[in-house]
């Protein structure tokens, strides 16, 4: 089955207290960092093995941006929600939430949170990227998002960039739908 995400760029890499608040702020909507039982958080290591961790230490280990990590949110003891977080040259940061093995329900609050965390961040949002079949890949969505390049092969099912920088992608704009959120969003969708 292919993996529903959201990608959400960043302007500026995060350190540990930027990273903090937007944990803070995903955790107010039901994301947390911390297991709710075993209290520590994880990260995922290239066999996608759980590598338990202070939380702490999470969030020194992403502030420092030392490298791709992989780590889970947590919905209840037995749900969670993968989040791939990796920096992109020049100065970009992107978290890659997926969505995959939740219920409708379940989905429906991890993309409320994360859609709640980009109004919040609005000013550092260069874009978020929703890819319900899971078809495009890294590179296609960093092409689209900061080179203004449209992929070759599928397309994410939309993108929402911040209304005042549409002007910055007209490439992405052409034959495209767009639709303004009226929360400083717009949709663009092929």
């Not at 949110?73 to 037995?78: G, I, L, N, Q, R």
Request: glycine share 8%.
């Amino acid at each position: 089955m292919l993996e529903t995400y959201l990608s959400w760029y960043r302007e500026g890499r995060m350190d540990e207290s930027a990273f903090r608040a937007v944990t803070n702020q995903l955790a107010q909507s039901g994301l947390t960092v911390e297991h709710p039982t075993l209290g520590c958080g994880m990260l995922l290591d290239v066999a996608g093995e759980q590598v338990k961790l202070p939380v702490q230490r999470i969030l020194e280990l992403i502030g420092l941006s030392v490298g791709p990590l992989c780590m889970q949110f947590w919905m209840s003891a037995d749900t969670d929600v993968v989040c791939d977080i990796r920096y992109v040259a020049p100065d970009t940061q992107v978290l890659t939430f997926v969505l995959g093995g939740l219920t409708e329900n379940e989905r429906k609050q991890a993309t409320d949170a994360v859609q709640r965390l980009i109004q919040r961040e609005l000013d550092r949002t260069v874009a978020l990227l929703v890819d319900l079949g899971g078809e495009t890949t890294d590179e296609d969505d960093d092409a689209l998002v900061l080179f203004d390049r449209l992929p070759m092969g599928p397309r994410p099912d939309r993108v929402q960039f911040r209304t005042d920088r549409l002007s910055a992608v007209p490439a992405v704009l052409a034959g495209a739908e767009v639709t303004d959120l009226g929360n400083g969003l717009s949709t663009v969708r092929w």
